[in-house]
């Protein structure tokens, strides 16, 4: 089974605070991505790659950056972290040669304070 | 662009009876189109995906979907609900695995004892 994880389940940090969200996953996916879902607004992706060392803008990018150095791992950065950002953080991967089908990972629930 | 609906935020069924959620999609060439179900406080799993193969589909715990491309649908079913199925059902679609999967806005399912 794919397996993905994420570092935490649920975090609560100050504003103003760097936030790094981490998440791995076990099945040599090339791609992975970062959404975050709040209620009434579905799911909306802040940052994907679909290699190492690569990014791509999602549609909700700003005040946040990415960070992947490894194939199996893509990190989730909040510069300074807002009240605007408490939400639930969902990481996904995909196989590069499939469908498009996302393997999501538990979620980590972050409230900032 | 690509987009999806879902007819109904809250859908309630008896115990027993039959599940349809539902799902239209707008897509200028043939999609991949997925269905997932989210847990509380649990990350997006997959339900089942299309892919140009059969046209009806079947998933996990006796789920199925029916490609209707005259319709531009992909309903969800189940022919006799669980408590266990109560959760967030959220349909995507994409054009290829290298496009960004579109979610619906998804479909909250109670099950009534």
């Known amino acids: 089974d794919v397996k993905v994880t994420q570092s935490s389940r649920y975090l609560v940090k100050r504003t103003g605070e760097k936030v790094f969200l981490e998440c791995v996953q076990d099945m040599d996916h090339e791609n992975m991505f970062w959404y975050r879902q709040d209620p009434g607004l579905g799911l909306r992706l802040i940052y994907f790659?679909?290699?190492?060392?690569?990014?791509e803008k999602g549609d909700i990018p700003e005040g946040y950056s990415v960070s992947r150095e490894k194939k199996e791992r893509f990190s989730l950065i909040l510069e300074s972290a807002s009240t605007n950002q408490t939400s639930m953080y969902l990481c996904?991967?995909?196989?590069?040669?499939?469908?498009?089908?996302?393997?999501f990972g538990p979620g980590t629930r972050l409230t900032v304070t | 662009a690509q987009s999806v609906t879902q007819l109904g935020s809250h859908v309630s069924v008896s115990e027993g009876a039959l599940v349809l959620l539902r799902c239209n999609y707008s897509s200028s060439v043939p999609p991949y189109l997925f269905w997932y179900v989210q847990y509380p406080n649990q990350g997006l799993q997959l339900l089942l995906k299309y892919t140009s193969a059969a046209t009806l589909v079947k998933g996990i715990n006796g789920f199925e979907a029916e490609f209707k491309k005259s319709e531009t649908s992909f309903h969800l079913t189940k022919p006799s609900a669980h408590m266990s199925d109560a959760a967030e059902y959220f349909c995507?679609?994409?054009?290829?695995?290298?496009?960004?999967?579109?979610f619906g806005p998804g479909t909250s399912l109670s099950v009534i004892p």
């Open positions: 790659s679909y290699d190492v060392k690569m990014k």
């Open positions: 996904a991967s995909s196989p590069g040669s499939g469908a498009g089908e996302q393997y």
């Open positions: 995507a679609v994409t054009k290829t695995s290298y496009d960004k999967v579109i």
